[in-house]
Structure formats: C-alpha cells, structure tokens
C-alpha cells in the first residue's frame, strides 16, 4: 500500500509555486510527502513516516525526479538508519534500526510526531503549499543494560534517554536539531553515538572539506581518520552518477566534538555502503545529563563550482539560503551569486581558509590565503 502511495504521489504534478523554495506537502494518514523544484530540471520528493526496525518516524525515501519522469532514490533508509544509534558497554546498540541483542526486542519507540507547515500545526490529511515544513518527533530510547528476560520474552526496566527530534524542510534541505535528556536510572558508558550518518544510494566518491579526502576520491579507497588529524572536519559530499548527497555538521553540541579524544575517529568511511559523523566515544551518561547536536542533509544534482581545487553548492541554514564552498588549495576563485540572492546582505558564518571576498557583477571572488572552508549565508 506504501508504495502504491508513493508512487501516485511523485507522478502527481507539482502545484504551482507562488513563493520562492515553496514545497507542496501531502498528508495520507501517518505517511507525509514533500515535494520542492531544486532546479529548473529536477524536483527533490521527501516521504516522511515510521520505518527500520524500531519504527522510528523519520526520513524513510529521498527521491529526485527529473523533467523526463527519471526517479533517482537517494536515499532510503529501509535496512539501516541516517539518525543514531547508541552502543553501550554490556549492552549493545540502541536506537535508530538497532534491535536488541536477540535480533527481535524493539529499543526504541516513537511516542510523539507533531507537523508543522510555516509553522501552523498540521493534523488532518491534506495538501498544500508551505515554505517551511516542520516535524517535532520524540522517541523512547531503552536502556540495554535493563534488559530482562522472562519466559523467553525480553523487556527493559529503564529508559535511557528521551530524543528529541525536529526536522526542518526547505528546498533541498533537511536540517535535524537533536537532542538527548537522560532519564536513565541506571548509569551507562556510551562507547559510541554516531549522531549524523548517510544513507545515501550507489555512491561512487567522496569528498571530506577539512578532512582525509580533500579531492574526489573513489569510496572504495575511503577508509577512516581521526579528530586529532583534522580537528576542523564538520561535512563530507557523497557523489553518485546521478546527484550529491552532502552531510553537514553544525559546532553546536556534540557538533563540537568535545566528546571525542584525539585519538577516536571522527569520520567513518565505506562502512557497510555507509559514511558516519562520529560524536560521543567512551563517556558516562547519568540521569539528569543533557547533550545535542545539529547537522543539515542537503541533496542536488548540479554543483555551483566543481573543478579540482574547489567545489560549492546550494543549501540551507536555520531557514536561510547558503553557499558551501571548499578549497584544497591557496588561490583564487569566484561563484556566481544566485538569483533570488542578489542585492541581499552576505554574511560569513564559516572561514577557515583565511578568504577575503569581494563582490562584482553578481560575482562573488574568493582570495583563498589556505586549504579550508568558508558557508556565506545571505539575509533579506
């Protein structure tokens, strides 16, 4: 029944867009479609809804569709999760699409997924258009260390944490602020939380600004690296034959891998067709402990620049447009400012290349001092 939903949804036309970014969201009982023009040939298509094998509502499909009816999934998140999970020292994995142990007890569950489409709550199916569409989801998340068995049935006597979720949908963004409060009775050493993972289809290269993998390189040569190796590494662009699929991790939070010494990993690379931002290693969490993290997924088929010293692309930031631009080398280069951009204030909210800017002819030029990263965001 899903997928005969789904596939009526993305062959329905768009409705007409009256506002810039505008997406069209359609709310068919529990499953949510989002559907936004990214470029002039393609429209991105979220679906929204409880999935892997704790039910968890999430992202489940991230499809693009072209002007000749080509559907490209980007990303599914069917066998495995974007978001998550825990492991825990004599307990094993929790959350995101980790049963327990025994392959089969659920250890975590959604009890509470709010909509919003600029910012009016959403409760009824429908359709229609918004600019900003919001998901406020709460999960349980079960504390393994409590696993009981009775009569061959596994239960939990305590819950680790509450997650706290919201997802932000704009253009060809979905920005996750997230967090965690502790209400776990009994204590727990986090080996690991990956927090922000990719779940992104047929990837063939991979880039890593400020990272091991400053150039194009094949994902069967990616492998893994550490925080003390590049301690400014925050975002890694997945690249298939069909479109981009870029991870990005704010310095907010567990974005500031405080929580990870200098000799833990902080990327993982070709991991079971996956790539992870990690962000707890080896820490205690008790009751009344609180952490958080914020990162931004964004998809396209088209970069802005792509030549071998520099790439950027279009994104979104706490509901402002942006530019990502990376470079692997000193020197000069230059962007063309985006349309609905134009005559708006630019402001700088990522330099870590030493760049000075300067504007002309609906041009923005980069004096690169060093390797490094610069996101411009522009306000009205």
């Known amino acids: ?14 409705l007409a867009y009256s506002q810039e970014n505008s997406s069209t969201v359609r709310k068919i009982g529990e499953n ?14 979220y679906w929204f809804k409880k999935c892997m094998a704790n039910d968890l509502f999430t992202f489940y499909r991230v499809s693009i569709l072209s002007d000749s009816v080509n559907i490209i999934i980007a990303n599914e998140a069917h066998y495995s999760d974007n978001i998550g999970p825990f492991y825990i020292k004599d307990g094993g994995w929790c959350g995101g699409n980790h049963l327990f142990t025994d392959e089969q007890t659920k250890t975590a569950e959604t009890f509470s997924v709010k909509l919003y489409a600029d910012d009016h709550r959403i409760t009824s199916d429908t359709m229609l258009v918004a600019q900003k569409i919001e998901f406020e989801v709460k999960n349980h998340i079960f504390n393994p260390v409590s696993a009981k068995t009775q009569k061959g049935i596994v239960s939990f006597t305590d819950t680790l ?37 990719s779940m992104f289809n047929d990837e063939r290269y991979l880039l890593t600004p400020s990272g091991k993998y400053p150039h194009w390189t094949e994902i069967n040569n990616v492998d893994r690296f550490k925080k003390k190796d590049f301690p400014r590494f925050n975002r890694y662009i997945e690249k298939s034959d069909s479109c981009f699929q870029a991870s990005f991790l704010l310095n907010r939070g567990l ?20 790539c992870y931002h990690k962000l707890i290693g080896n820490t205690y969490r008790f009751m009344g402990n609180h952490d958080s993290w914020s990162g931004v997924y964004t998809w396209f088929t088209k970069a802005r620049l792509d030549t071998r010293h520099a790439f950027a692309y279009d994104g979104f930031i706490d509901g402002k447009k942006v530019i990502f631009f990376s470079n692997n080398a000193n020197g000069n280069f230059s962007i063309s400012i985006p349309e609905n951009s134009k005559n708006k204030k630019m402001n700088i909210i990522e330099n870590t290349s030493g760049t000075k ?24």
């Not at 504007?359 to 965001?377: A, E, K, L, V």
């Open 255 to 274: 974005g500031a891998h405080n929580e990870l010494s200098g000799d833990d990993i902080i990327f993982i690379g070709n991991s079971w067709t996956k």
């Open 357 to 380: 800017f300067r504007i002309m002819n609906d041009s923005i030029y980069f004096h690169c001092r060093f390797p490094g990263s610069t996101i411009i965001t522009f306000d009205k």
């Open 32 to 45: 949510i479609h989002i559907s936004s023009r990214i470029d002039e040939h393609h429209e991105i298509n």
């Open 161 to 197: 944490c509450i997650e706290n979720v919201i997802y932000t949908i704009i253009g060809n963004s979905i920005q996750v602020d997230l967090s965690h409060d502790y209400i776990n009775k009994m204590p727990v050493k986090i080996l690991k939380y990956y927090g922000m993972q």
């Open 1 to 14: 029944m899903n997928r005969i939903i789904y596939m009526l949804f993305i062959f329905l036309p768009l």
